[in-house]
């Protein structure tokens, strides 16, 4: 599916939203699953295409090394949703994030802690080489 920069931040401001919702009905302190179901009933009644713990295949010199790592959330086959409920984002969550983009060729990602007293605060949104070569509009 071809976007645009335009069309991928919408699709992020949306997808911002809906944790925004989730966030302020549950609160921080919950289980990293019980955000991840809630998000996808948000998303999915608002009309998004929502995978949920996709496989990530690992490629190695061309090879499927037969070994696979679970993303959260896949919306509309573009942009990765990384959910968190942790005291603090570390740089190791930045790089999962960024490596799962990497692998399945998606242009952008967020990663969201829901352990946060403001989700637009906590939040990361990434791109990657691929968002940076799509058109403006």
Request: proline letters at 4%.
């Given at each position: 599916?071809?976007?645009?920069?335009?069309?991928?931040?919408?699709?992020?401001?949306?997808?911002?939203?809906?944790?925004?919702?989730?966030?302020?009905?549950?609160?921080?302190?919950?289980?990293?699953?019980?955000?991840?179901?809630?998000?996808?009933?948000?998303?999915?009644?608002?009309?998004?295409?929502?995978?949920q713990?996709?496989?990530?295949?690992?490629?190695?010199?061309?090879?499927?090394?037969?070994?696979?790592?679970?993303?959260?959330?896949?919306?509309?086959d573009?942009?990765?949703?990384?959910?968190?409920?942790?005291?603090?984002?570390?740089?190791?969550?930045?790089?999962?994030?960024?490596?799962?983009?990497?692998?399945?060729?998606?242009?952008?990602?967020?990663?969201?802690?829901?352990?946060?007293?403001?989700?637009?605060?906590?939040?990361?949104?990434?791109?990657?080489?691929?968002?940076?070569?799509?058109?403006?509009?």
């Open positions: 599916m071809i976007a645009t920069k335009k069309q991928l931040t919408q699709l992020s401001y949306e997808i911002t939203a809906s944790a925004i919702k989730v966030h302020k009905e549950l609160g921080p302190g919950l289980l990293e699953s019980i955000y991840e179901t809630c998000m996808v009933y948000e998303l999915k009644r608002s009309g998004f295409k929502v995978m713990q996709k496989e990530v295949p690992v490629l190695y010199d061309g090879i499927d090394m037969n070994m696979h790592l679970r993303l959260d959330l896949l919306v509309n573009l942009v990765i949703v990384e959910i968190k409920a942790v005291d603090q984002i570390h740089p190791v969550h930045e790089a999962q994030l960024l490596t799962y983009m990497k692998l399945l060729q998606k242009p952008q990602g967020l990663l969201i802690n829901f352990f946060t007293t403001n989700i637009t605060k906590s939040m990361k949104p990434m791109v990657n080489e691929l968002f940076r070569a799509l058109p403006d509009e």
